[in-house]
């Protein structure tokens, strides 16, 4: 079954944005023969606002990415469990995007020929 991979990235090239510091998620769609392309980009609002973390707008965020199975950032912090609630993986990197999805169709095969 397919899946979805959300990045938060400012060029939709490279994994640069802290999760609570990101206002675009470019999404990619990985097929069942693991083959994948660039889906949409879904522009949110940021949920971190100097140091503040506004919890409704972190919602809205995340309900924006709520189909995805993983998301890709450089770095999160109290987001790890809201997205984990929700069956989401979060994943930090600072790879390019397409080398990160790589290794990540790379795990999940494992994950599904472990269960």
Not at 106 to 115: C, G
């Amino acid at each position: 079954m397919g899946y979805k991979i959300a990045a938060a990235s400012s060029d939709g090239q490279q994994v640069d944005r802290h999760f609570g510091h990101a206002d675009t998620f470019y999404i990619t769609e990985v097929l069942d023969d693991g083959t994948y392309f660039f889906l949409e980009k879904r522009i949110v609002e940021s949920p971190c606002q100097h140091g503040n973390h506004d919890s409704g707008i972190m919602q809205k965020m995340i309900e924006k990415i709520d189909d995805c199975k993983y998301v890709l950032c450089e770095a999160i912090g109290s987001g790890a469990a809201i997205l984990a609630q929700r069956h989401i993986t979060p994943l930090e990197t600072d790879n390019m995007i397409n080398k990160a999805i790589g290794y990540i169709i790379l795990y999940d095969k494992r994950l599904q020929h472990a269960s």
